[in-house]
């Protein structure tokens, strides 16, 4: 059986999935919850990208951010190759870029707050470590940079700066 892989359902599918898979790995990665060393977060995310690059861009074009498809279509458009950029498939293509990975970005960043960032307790500990390594990195801030004088608020060990609460819970 062959299947047509360029319609337009398909490859809307295609960007929405791509952009909800990576902005549900970039949650996972970057919440402090989960204790991926900083170090190792930039590593991460590059393996994610290339990882959904491998899944998608074959057929999809890899449409996971709509300035990688948009901008250089405005600049072909002003530097003179007229709307023909825009009128790929009776101008059915051009948006597909543009609105489906905000879509996807919405619903990966739903996926993982809904599945996963809801039943991962705080840890105050965690919490404490942050605050004491913002302090640290702020001190030497200050002391670099006269100008941005204030003073810091006293660090408690019970105290939580980093969570994000919603007021309803599922």
């Not at 989960?34 to 590059?46: M, S």
Request: charged share 15%.
């Amino acid at each position: 059986m062959v299947v047509n892989v360029y319609n337009l359902a398909h490859q809307d599918l295609k960007s929405i999935a791509g952009t909800a898979v990576l902005c549900l790995g970039v949650a996972v990665i970057t919440d402090r919850r989960n204790r991926i060393p900083p170090f190792l977060q930039p590593a991460f995310i590059g393996t994610l990208l290339a990882v959904i690059g491998m899944a998608f861009a074959l057929n999809a074009g890899y449409a996971i951010n709509p300035a990688r498809d948009f901008g250089p279509r405005l600049f072909t458009l002003c530097a003179g190759y007229g709307w023909r950029v825009f009128s790929y498939r009776s101008y059915k293509w051009f948006w597909i870029p543009i609105i489906c990975p905000m879509i996807g970005a919405v619903l990966g960043a739903w996926m993982y707050e809904f599945f996963i960032g809801f039943h991962i307790p705080d840890d105050p500990d965690t919490t404490y470590i942050h605050k004491v390594v913002s302090r640290f990195l702020l001190s030497r801030t200050r002391r670099s940079a006269p100008w941005y004088n204030f003073t810091l608020p006293s660090v408690e060990k019970n105290t939580t700066i980093f969570r994000h609460e919603f007021e309803t819970r599922i």
